[in-house]
């Protein structure tokens, strides 16, 4: 068995040498920040329906979804496959404002009819998102190479870190969009090979009938991902940066198809959990993991290779985005066009958030925990992006939805929250509650300012 983990190793660094291949040199700003092609030519909708597929199938998310299902069945399955309509109602939200009120990307749109303030308090809520994406994808990896804190983890995490930073500064978001193409085809090749090992041994009747449609037995969850629809997106600028670089229609196709696929191979992959729950396999916290283990260094292989495949995509377009929103946003809300400089600025921030963005990794943070409570912080986000123009935009409005909304997940997280707003009595029942009557709250908080200022 000791021979396997060369191979272990050596895919890691065989994948670093393709992926690095793969990814263009991005010499304009157009291509390092709107992925275009050297002739300047905006994306196909291929290429952008790859790439939106691949990079929101996140490690943390395989690995959540086969935990869910491990805990509840087609219920849990189902329950987080629900996050992925968010990328359909995003590309609904995104074309409107982009056919109705012109928007060229949401700080700008922001900035026009929110205010400043209001596009810096947003871009802080961004910044804290792609913080988390950095340690929750990382931290996946590492779990195939040694337990939490082991040096085989640590050095892993570190080594892929490293890797998809090297072929990002090369690239920008270009390179991301390229290196989707060959991880969706992969991880694609990959799904097939892990669901054919695991239908022969259950009927698909077995596997969709399993679990309890009960509020207490996922429901709850289900209900959580289906009120965080309308706001959890906009807080993702690996999503919705790929809404603003090509045409409308074309865009909101790949959207619609992209979230699609994405719901599919979620659900497929919580039939992992749902397989290992009916083996009676014991895993803590890791299901994916300990069903390829108990099947040998073969799957175990494999199952790297799908962790790191997916990993991969979302940390490259987290550092894309991440050089984006410092090196062109930000700059442009302080009044500085930095020009071919802030290609430059974007590499710093890059190199920045590889190092800090780790420190979470090695302290145990659970992933699941990366999804659900900033969703419920960005809850305020949902009125601002899907009632702007039905109800008359504000500034007031939009920090009186933004903050209650964070002050709500803060407060979720913190603890304390009284006991009425639980809905039901399973896990998520103080979840479920915050963001439902949350949601509500938000919702009059953004509508209250403009009801005055009509007067």
Not at 241 to 251: P, Q
Not at 256 to 277: D, E, Q, R, Y
């Amino acid at each position: 068995m000791e021979h396997y983990g060369l191979y272990f190793w050596g895919f890691l660094a065989i994948y670093g040498i393709v992926m690095y291949l793969l990814s263009p040199r991005a010499q304009t700003v157009g291509s390092f920040f709107n992925g275009e092609s050297p002739l300047g030519k905006s994306i196909s909708m291929p290429l952008l329906t790859s790439s939106i597929f691949i990079s929101w199938i996140f490690a943390k998310s395989i690995t959540n979804a086969a935990n869910l299902g491990e805990k509840y069945g087609i219920v849990g399955g189902i329950a987080y496959a629900t996050y992925w309509l968010c990328i359909p109602v995003a590309g609904l939200a995104i074309y409107r404002l982009r056919t109705k009120f012109g928007a060229r990307g949401l700080v700008e749109f922001l900035t026009t009819h929110y205010g400043q303030w209001a596009a810096f308090a947003f871009s802080a809520a961004i910044l804290i998102r792609l913080f988390n994406e950095v340690w929750s994808n990382t931290a996946v990896v590492g779990g195939y190479y040694g337990a939490s804190g082991s040096q085989g983890f640590i050095i892993a995490a570190l080594l892929f870190t490293l890797i998809t930073l090297l072929y990002s500064l090369r690239g920008g978001l270009r390179g991301s969009i390229m290196t989707d193409v060959a991880q969706a085809l992969i991880f694609i090749l990959l799904l097939a090979w892990v669901m054919g090992d695991i239908l022969p041994q259950n009927t698909l009747p077995t596997l969709l009938g399993t679990g309890d449609w009960r509020l207490e037995a996922g429901v709850d969850l289900l209900l959580v991902a289906a009120l965080q629809l309308f706001s959890y997106p906009f807080h993702d600028p690996v999503l919705t940066d790929r809404g603003f670089i090509c045409e409308e229609k074309t865009m909101l196709r790949a959207f619609v198809i992209s979230g699609i696929l994405g719901f599919i191979a979620i659900v497929l992959f919580s039939f992992v959990g749902i397989h290992a729950k009916l083996i009676g396999l014991t895993a803590s916290g890791n299901v994916p993991a300990a069903l390829a283990g108990s099947m040998g260094a073969g799957a175990l292989l494999v199952m790297t290779i799908v962790m790191v495949i997916a990993a991969g995509s979302t940390l490259d377009s987290t550092f894309s985005s991440l050089s984006k929103l410092v090196g062109r946003d930000l700059a442009e809300l302080l009044g500085k066009n930095l020009g071919t400089k802030a290609i430059g600025v974007g590499m710093i921030a890059m190199v920045i958030f590889a190092i800090f963005g780790n420190i979470p990794m090695f302290l145990g943070t659970d992933i699941l925990k990366a999804t659900t409570i900033s969703g419920t912080m960005v809850i305020g986000l949902a009125p601002v992006f899907m009632l702007h123009g039905w109800i008359r935009p504000t500034p007031l409005g939009f920090h009186l939805s933004f903050w209650l909304g964070i002050a709500l997940g803060i407060w979720l997280v913190l603890g304390g929250l009284p006991e009425f707003l639980k809905i039901g009595e399973g896990d998520s029942a103080m979840l479920l509650g915050v963001n439902f009557y949350g949601l509500i709250l938000c919702v009059i908080a953004y509508w209250l300012p403009s009801l005055w200022k009509n007067r």
